[in-house]
């Protein structure tokens, strides 16, 4: 999958394919997996992209509030001959047409009071001034039908700030997995998958370390195969 990105703002990362490995495999027990997903802060539309190409019954759309980034995400979708819908604005404003079935998500996720860059996109790409995480839940469970699907990740010191969120709004996690820098590192990135309504018990996978020795661990290695995707920075 070749995907065009920003020679000088922000670029999709590890937490992406890992958030895309985790939703494949989340999907997995699931036969006929079809309808209409939603990719919220869309970036230059990976996320959204690589599991709509493995699941070819879903319908694609794509949420995106920088100009830049409704570009890039609207090319790329071209670009791999996937037909999407772009909507452009702020998620938490916007006003949808319909309701999804799966949204996903690799929201900005950093503390407001976090050293900012200096760089516009990059700081809407990162911090979640734009997108607090309670108006965030809030809006998701909105616009998802019950018996929705909810693919995220965000960082791991929130995540009891998280669960009762999800809980407040009916989201109830059906599946997490922690990603760790290395063995003896603490967790630093959460991935979870929340069901609208649902009643499920939760599992939590085995989880991810990325590093072992200075190199990309086995599990990370076979993540970026599966993903198999190719960057190009251009200038917008």
Same mark, same amino acid.
């Given at each position: 999958?070749? +995907? ?5 703002? #922000? ?5 992406t394919? !890992?958030? #895309?490995?985790f939703?494949?495999?989340?999907? $997995? ?10 990719? &919220? ?7 959204g +992209? ?8 879903l319908n ?8 830049? %980034? ?16 772009? #909507?452009?604005?702020? %998620?938490?404003e +916007?006003?949808?047409?319909?309701? %999804?079935?799966i949204c ?10 976090? $050293? ?18 309670? +108006? ?13 699907k909810? !693919?995220?990740? #965000?960082?791991?010191k ?14 109830? &996690?059906?599946?997490?997995? %922690?990603?760790?820098?290395?063995e ?7 991935? $979870? ?24 661990t086995?599990k990370?290695?076979? &993540? ?11 200038? &917008?």
């Amino acid at each position: 999958m070749v +995907l065009y990105q920003p020679s000088n703002g #922000y670029c999709y990362n590890s937490d992406t394919h !890992f958030l #895309y490995n985790f939703t494949i495999e989340c999907l $997995i027990k699931f036969k006929n997996v079809k309808g209409e997903i939603l990719d &919220i802060g869309s970036g230059s539309g990976i996320l959204g +992209l690589l599991i709509t190409r493995d699941n070819k019954k879903l319908n694609l759309n794509q949420c995106e509030i920088q100009k830049t %980034f409704q570009e890039l995400s609207t090319i790329n979708a071209k670009c791999n001959n996937i037909d999407s819908q772009m #909507y452009k604005g702020s %998620f938490l404003e +916007l006003e949808f047409d319909k309701q %999804f079935d799966i949204c996903v998500s690799n929201p900005p996720f950093y503390h407001s009071n976090v $050293i900012k860059s200096e760089n516009e996109n990059l700081k809407i790409a990162r911090y979640n001034d734009s997108m607090p995480l309670n +108006l965030f839940i809030k809006k998701v469970s909105k616009v998802l039908k019950n018996d929705g699907k909810f !693919f995220f990740c #965000y960082d791991v010191k929130q995540l009891k700030e998280i669960v009762k969120l999800l809980e407040d709004c009916k989201l109830n &996690i059906e599946a997490m997995q %922690f990603v760790y820098p290395k063995e003896g590192k603490d967790a630093t990135l959460v991935l $979870i998958y929340a069901r609208k309504n649902s009643k499920s018990l939760l599992r939590v996978l085995d989880s991810i370390y990325v590093f072992e020795d200075n190199e990309f661990t086995p599990k990370v290695k076979k &993540i970026y195969e599966m993903c198999s995707t190719h960057s190009i920075k251009v200038e &917008i």
